[in-house]
């Protein structure tokens, strides 16, 4: 049964900072990867989506890695702002012939100003 | 509207009481997806409809737990005899296409719901 874990799970950092959000999975036998943005009270927002065949995406100052062998991936936010506050969710997608997504828990972040 | 709906947003139930819980996806979307959420812990897979069928339930706990989407748009889960341990914010999702893996699933923005 395919696992994912983040880590950490809680992140409080000064506004301006880089930071790495983690992802592991357990079964590298996936089609693709994605993180997601959840906000209090809505609904969940896709930021990257990294094929199994490649190895990284970029989105303004977003860049997601994946090392599939090692069943892993980074999420990457370059200078950081309040507005980035927000749960991240990392998501495998299974081979079922469908969308069917395996989410992990989840990095709480606080960006403070 | 452009995105997905849900109502309601928030349903409180008293344990044993049925609900019903509905999902407007994006016009035009083949796919259609229920997710729950428990608290502190992400989305878990539910069922899955392409169009009106039902491809996917392997995710529903129990037999209680009933979808379904009748004409290929709106869905509609339903929970008999609801118990404590269904508390969670019950999330729908749809994409345009179907069998794609690459296709993105916009999300609705959840109902919440509390059993006492």
């Known amino acids: 049964k395919q696992e994912v874990t983040q880590i950490p799970a809680a992140l409080s950092v000064p506004e301006g900072e880089n930071l790495v959000l983690n992802c592991s999975f357990t079964d590298s036998a996936i089609y693709n990867l994605q993180w997601f943005r959840q906000d209090p009270g809505k609904g969940l927002t896709s930021l990257l989506l990294i094929q199994s065949s490649q190895r990284e995406q970029t989105s303004g100052r977003l860049n997601a890695s994946l090392d599939k062998s090692s069943g892993r991936s980074t999420l990457y936010i370059a200078a950081s702002q309040p507005g980035d506050s927000a749960t991240y969710l990392c998501?495998?997608?299974?081979?079922?012939?469908?969308?069917?997504?395996?989410f992990g828990t989840g990095t709480r972040l606080l960006v403070s100003p | 509207g452009a995105g997905v709906s849900q109502s309601p947003r928030y349903k409180v139930a008293k344990r044993g009481q049925d609900v019903a819980l509905r999902c407007d996806p994006i016009s035009g979307h083949v796919s259609l997806f229920w997710y729950q959420q428990a608290l502190g812990q992400g989305p878990e897979f539910l069922t899955y409809?392409?169009?009106?069928?039902?491809?996917?339930k392997s995710g529903l706990p129990s037999d209680r737990f009933f979808a379904e989407r009748p004409e290929g748009s709106v869905s509609t889960l339903k929970i008999q005899r609801t118990q404590q341990e269904d508390s969670a914010v019950y999330l729908c999702?749809?994409?345009?296409?179907?069998?794609?893996?690459?296709?993105?699933?916009?999300f609705g923005p959840g109902t919440r719901l509390t059993v006492l």
């Open positions: 999702a749809s994409s345009l296409l179907a069998g794609s893996s690459t296709d993105t699933q916009y």
């Open positions: 998501a495998v997608t299974l081979n079922t012939g469908f969308q069917k997504l395996v």
């Open positions: 409809f392409q169009n009106e069928a039902q491809l996917d």
